[in-house]
């Protein structure tokens, strides 16, 4: 740093100087000019006298800047990310120097000091920032780092002001003696190019913000049009910028005349494209069809909105957005109380698709709640006085009211449900298995609707993790078992289906074979109808049994039967074709091979009786009959008409 320097090295020739002054033959001449009382040995007395002043002097300033010099060197050697924890030091060294050095207390010189620091920082900001890459790498980066470079210069700013404030504080055992002179003879160069920082911070968010426009499509029925006019806007933008990514000079130095000649011309064509793009604005918002539609496109924007001129053409347009979300709060509520209506006269409520009753309404009031939530979160992130003005309020009161509605509903929904729906449970859990119809001796498994309700209910609502929502311990119990409840239905819904397929397709003829079988299965079934329950511990293995059991007795008569339509296959073949053929059309009989013929089909027929009779014999098996009984013998009478 040149002023420490300077000091050092004036301390260092003043030393010399002094030196010289008190040597033998300096002395020798003092002496001769002394005796003979010389016109100059005043002079020479000034002269000692001043280099022991300035020395004295020039030691005292040295002994102080030298812990100023390892806080600069410390700067000098930072990466400026670095730099804003080691600003602090630097000046509390500044304010101790200030406070102690009676010879450097004077504001020409602190200043002196403090404008060297104000070039360092530019210099170390200036190698941070590389000019030449400002406008050729990646925006969002180079925004990122001009904004910490303003933080920082303006973090050194209020370091000083904050010094300046405080510095009596520093001054324990001598007179306080305040910085009086003004700040901006300390940073003129420094302002300056902080000012040239913030012309590059909003060169650089203009291209941001304008980047935006080449993604920009604008719906309704002039929305081509629109986006038509947004897709040439961004074009002339992106020509125009290109003159900053192609400068030769160094965007940073503050001498440089060119950048602002750029910078001018710059604002005045975004100027004129800012008017045009309120215009296209304003017309995006005439021509969209809904408020969501409206705030769909404002979004699109984005800070784009926030530009004074942009802002200032679309301000009408803003009271507008709360007209229309007091008419959506308002179709909200028709609707609402279409529904609320329709729960007091005992109608089917409007649901979610496919849900239970209680989940169903939760998740309805959750859609109608998330609608004028998702539009009031929107106007509000506008960040307009529109929606902070009287009118705003009033409606946003309306908001309240309907989202207080919209609880109080799903409220009175969900406690009635919860209110009753342990009783209901432990009711239909001590129902049967399994209910007979007396007249049909049909079975049919007794899970009731109920049950089934409770379970879907509690599975939706679950599905809708809402923390609000605290389901019943008696539903929850219930539900905890739901995969147990489904093994069992599926496996009742079996044996019910095979049970009753046997009852329905059985025949006269066949059931008395298989009468005693089907009593015993009757008696199994009983304990079913009359004993267990949905809460017995034994279900499961008296399931598995009645299943096979019941799957037994089906698969065997389904067999016999399947034997019977095997035996009329057969002798539907016999059918196929005649005993006898005629040569031609209308030609006689072919009787010349008949006996042959007649021959071969009594073969067939015989091979096909062989076949009958093992078949009859396997339906003995099936049908667990006694071969001399006289319900078999029935059955065979049948099987003999049936041939």
């Not at 404008?115 to 925006?139: D, V």
């Not at 449970?425 to 119809?437: G, K, M, V």
Request: with cysteine.
């Amino acid at each position: 740093m040149v002023e420490i320097d300077f000091w050092e090295s004036r301390a260092r020739n003043l030393e010399c100087i002094f030196d010289q002054l008190r040597s033998q033959k300096v002395r020798k001449m003092a002496e001769i000019l002394e005796r003979t009382e010389s016109s100059y040995f005043n002079s020479f007395k000034i002269l000692f006298q001043d280099v022991v002043n300035a020395l004295k002097e020039a030691r005292e300033i040295n002994m102080y800047l030298k812990p100023l010099k390892s806080t600069i060197e410390s700067l000098e050697e930072s990466e400026f990310d670095q730099l804003e924890p080691r600003l602090a030091p630097v000046l509390h060294t500044l304010c101790l120097v200030w406070a102690h050095s009676t010879h450097y207390r004077m504001p020409s010189r602190i200043i002196v000091v403090l404008q060297e620091i104000c070039n360092l920082l530019i210099r170390i900001a200036t190698e941070f920032l590389g000019p030449e890459e400002i406008f050729k790498g990646e925006s969002d980066e180079a925004l990122q780092k001009i904004r910490y470079v303003i933080k920082v210069l303006e973090k050194f700013k209020e370091d000083f002001e904050e010094k300046r404030n405080t510095l009596h504080t520093y001054f324990k055992e001598t007179e306080f003696v305040p910085w009086e002179f003004a700040s901006s003879l300390v940073f003129p160069r420094y302002n300056c190019f902080l000012g040239r920082v913030r012309q590059l911070q909003d060169l650089v968010e203009t291209t941001i913000e304008f980047n935006r426009l080449e993604k920009i499509e604008i719906g309704g029925m002039k929305g081509k049009a629109l986006s038509k006019q947004v897709e040439n806007l961004f074009g002339e933008f992106t020509e125009f910028v290109t003159i900053f990514q192609n400068i030769t000079y160094n965007c940073l130095d503050i001498k440089e005349p060119a950048f602002k000649k750029d910078y001018e011309k710059f604002k005045e064509k975004i100027e004129y494209l800012d008017l045009r793009l309120a215009s296209i604005i304003n017309q995006g918002f005439d021509d969209c069809g809904s408020l969501e539609a409206i705030l769909k496109m404002l979004d699109a924007f984005g800070t784009l909105l926030d530009r004074p001129i942009i802002r200032s053409n679309s301000e009408p347009k803003y009271p507008l957005l709360i007209q229309m979300y007091e008419s959506e709060l308002d179709s909200t509520k028709k609707m609402f109380d279409a529904q609320n209506s329709m729960l007091k006269d005992a109608q089917s409520l409007v649901l979610h698709v496919n849900m239970p009753f209680v989940a169903g309404v939760l998740q309805w009031c959750q859609g109608m709640r998330e609608r004028i939530s998702l539009i009031r979160n929107k106007l509000v992130q506008l960040n307009h006085g529109a929606v902070e003005s009287a009118e705003a309020l009033i409606v946003f009161q309306k908001y309240d009211q309907m989202m207080e509605l919209l609880k109080t509903f799903e409220l009175k929904i969900y406690t009635d449900w919860t209110s009753s729906v342990g009783e209901v449970s432990e009711l239909n859990l001590d129902l049967p298995l399994l209910t007979r119809n007396d007249e049909s001796k049909l079975i049919s498994v007794n899970f009731d609707p109920q049950l089934v309700s409770v379970l879907r209910e509690v599975r939706y609502l679950e599905s809708l993790k809402r923390e609000d929502i605290e389901i019943p311990g008696s539903a929850a119990g219930i539900y905890s078992k739901n995969d147990l409840f489904r093994q069992y239905l599926a496996n009742l819904d079996l044996i019910v289906s095979r049970y009753n397929k046997v009852r329905e397709t059985i025949l006269d003829v066949e059931y008395p074979l298989i009468e005693g079988q089907l009593g015993h299965l009757d008696i199994q079934l009983d304990r079913a109808i009359t004993s267990l329950n949905w809460k017995s511990e034994d279900v499961w293995a008296y399931i598995e049994e009645t299943r096979h059991t019941t799957g037994n007795l089906e698969q065997r008569v389904s067999s016999a039967k399947d034997n019977v339509e095997a035996m009329n296959n057969i002798m539907a073949k016999w059918c196929d074709y005649p005993l006898y053929e005629r040569k031609e059309k209308r030609g006689l009989l072919n009787l010349d091979d008949r006996a042959a013929m007649l021959e071969a089909r009594y073969n067939l027929i015989k091979q096909d009786g062989v076949k009958i009779q093992e078949i009859v014999v396997t339906n003995l098996t099936l049908f667990k009959a006694t071969e001399d009984s006289d319900h078999w013998r029935n059955y065979l009478d049948y099987v003999d008409d049936m041939i």
